[in-house]
């Protein structure tokens, strides 16, 4: 079977100093892209759904979580599911009876001494079920429904010092930290701190995680696992792969009716993607 957990991913890439990418998925053509991205560069990946998606989908999250983790169980290459971006105490609590191996439950926009109350029952809760859980400190900007916010304007970034004693306090089992990337870019052109990521890695036991990929040049990745980021969100890349690609089907056939004629391709667009980024860390 090819489903495996977060945990066991995101640990071996952490023996070997590397990491894994994890794709957020938004539909069934989403998944099945990830899943043959990963096969065509035969390297391991984490398919993972949002709040957000979640809520696109009108709130209800099996339909997707069971569309997600039928693509894994048929696909060639071990894929993990996790769950992203998690307000909700509710849909915490629905992770792991909808096969979910891990949760990033964001407390970020809340006060220190909150986001610390509130993951470190998150945390209690998700490990007496075995859930492994993802939080996120510092605010990595860009999410849907946020103002914009300045990746490197004074207190965006993560503090190594706060990073390990939030780390001691919740018990968390990885950390997204900010260090210059943010959500929703459409342009590769962020620019990180490769000390900071250094300095954190020193600071907390446990993996840190980078949010808001798609913005980051190829260069910038490969120096941000090397400097200790072991696992790497993508989602908007994935976006604007399809979109391109639907956009020139329908271009090429305006009177298209058929979805399957300009959703193909945009399909095969996003599996490219997801290739292309697996093969990116090969080696690193």
């Not at 849907?144 to 919740?170: F, K, M, N, Q, S």
Request: aromatic residues 4%; charged residues 25%; glycine residues 8%.
């Amino acid at each position: 079977m090819s489903l495996v957990s977060t945990a066991e991913l995101v640990g071996t890439a952490r023996e070997k100093d590397a990491a894994v990418f994890a794709f957020n998925v938004i539909s069934l053509e989403h998944a099945e892209a990830v899943a043959a991205g990963a096969e065509r560069a035969d390297v391991s990946a984490v398919l993972q759904i949002s709040e957000n998606a979640v809520r696109y989908h009108g709130g209800r999250l099996r339909p997707l979580a069971d569309a997600a983790l039928g693509v894994i169980r048929e696909a060639r290459v071990p894929l993990a599911l996790h769950l992203d971006h998690v307000t909700s105490v509710e849909l915490l609590r629905a992770a792991p009876e909808a096969g979910f191996s891990s949760v990033m439950f964001d407390a970020s926009k809340l006060p220190y001494e909150e986001n610390v109350r509130v993951t470190a029952q998150a945390v209690e809760w998700a490990h007496a079920r075995g859930v492994w859980l993802e939080s996120e400190l510092g605010r990595v900007g860009g999410k849907e429904g946020e103002p914009p916010l300045d990746a490197h304007a004074p207190g965006a970034r993560t503090d190594p010092a706060e990073a390990a004693a939030y780390v001691a306090e919740t018990g968390v089992d990885a950390l997204a930290v900010a260090v210059g990337s943010s959500h929703a870019m459409t342009e590769r052109s962020a620019a990180l701190d490769h000390g900071l990521i250094g300095r954190l890695r020193d600071a907390v036991p446990v993996p840190l995680v980078l949010h808001g990929s798609s913005g980051v040049p190829e260069g910038e990745l490969r120096a941000a696992v090397a400097a200790g980021m072991r696992k790497i969100n993508v989602g908007t890349a994935l976006n604007v792969a399809y979109t391109a690609a639907v956009r020139a089907a329908l271009a090429a056939a305006p009177r298209e009716v058929d979805p399957r004629r300009y959703t193909r391709p945009g399909r095969d667009a996003m599996a490219e993607t997801v290739a292309d980024y697996l093969r990116l860390l090969d080696g690193v």
